[in-house]
């Protein structure tokens, strides 16, 4: 998808640019001579000047008009490169905290894997409550999935994918085995709302579907 973005926009600029020099060198063709004809005398115009000196501005604004357009078309399509980086390194930073986390606590995965988030947690008024560690960590990997399917589904200029489709399916597969996780799943199954429901309509039918 990049490269055809990065064909189009250079595409169009290299049109944009060749017709700016062809309008700015093309010359209007003399008609051919008839040899019968006679000579005809050239009576000199005083508005001759007049009319060539609007010629000249006309042909240096369309010129410039050109030029900057195509600076647009170049800034519009370092900015989409610019925004998908930012997701990229963002996401990238959030999940390699997570995972640099847990092998300081390895402790706290095997927990994940056995035991189930309980609404007690959720619950401070509630006497027996008690906050598991991997709580904050079982929150943070859904919301980091979370993110990535909202920025996979979001487009620039309605058309542009913000995330390409490659990374975003290895998201997938990373977050189809986080949610093979007991408590990541639990927990998210009780904190629903806290999430969108795309998200949550999306983990119904393409994540748990592959874990059952």
């Given at each position: 998808?990049?490269?055809?973005?990065?064909?189009?926009?250079?595409?169009?600029?290299?049109?944009?640019?060749?017709?700016?020099?062809?309008?700015?060198?093309?010359?209007?063709?003399?008609?051919?001579?008839?040899?019968?004809?006679?000579?005809?005398?050239?009576?000199?115009?005083?508005?001759?000047?007049?009319?060539?000196?609007?010629?000249?501005?006309?042909?240096?604004?369309?010129?410039?008009?050109?030029?900057?357009?195509?600076?647009?078309?170049?800034?519009?399509?370092?900015?989409?490169?610019?925004?998908?980086?930012?997701?990229?390194?963002?996401?990238?930073?959030?999940?390699?905290?997570?995972?640099?986390?847990?092998?300081e606590h390895p402790h706290l995965f095997e927990r994940m894997k056995r035991e189930e988030y309980s609404l007690a947690e959720d619950d401070?008024?509630?006497?027996?409550?008690?906050?598991?560690?991997?709580?904050?960590?079982?929150?943070?990997?859904?919301?980091?999935?979370?993110?990535?399917?909202?920025?996979?589904?979001?487009?620039?200029?309605?058309?542009?994918?913000?995330?390409?489709?490659?990374?975003?399916?290895?998201?997938?597969?990373?977050?189809?085995?986080?949610?093979?996780?007991?408590?990541?799943?639990?927990?998210?199954?009780?904190?629903?709302?806290?999430?969108?429901?795309?998200?949550?309509?999306?983990?119904?039918?393409?994540?748990?579907?592959?874990?059952?």
């Open positions: 998808m990049e490269r055809k973005i990065a064909f189009f926009f250079v595409l169009v600029v290299g049109v944009a640019c060749g017709l700016g020099v062809g309008v700015l060198f093309a010359q209007p063709v003399e008609p051919p001579a008839i040899l019968a004809s006679p000579p005809v005398e050239v009576v000199p115009n005083p508005a001759a000047k007049v009319r060539d000196w609007y010629d000249v501005a006309d042909i240096v604004l369309r010129v410039v008009t050109i030029v900057v357009l195509s600076g647009g078309l170049l800034g519009t399509f370092a900015v989409i490169t610019s925004l998908r980086a930012s997701a990229y390194s963002q996401i990238y930073s959030r999940f390699q905290g997570v995972l640099l986390k847990l092998a401070p008024t509630d006497p027996h409550s008690q906050t598991n560690p991997h709580r904050f960590i079982a929150n943070c990997i859904v919301n980091l999935y979370e993110e990535a399917f909202l920025l996979y589904n979001a487009r620039v200029l309605s058309v542009i994918d913000t995330v390409p489709d490659d990374y975003w399916q290895s998201m997938l597969g990373s977050m189809r085995s986080a949610f093979r996780l007991k408590y990541v799943r639990t927990h998210w199954e009780h904190r629903q709302p806290s999430f969108s429901p795309k998200f949550n309509r999306f983990v119904k039918e393409e994540v748990l579907p592959t874990i059952a």
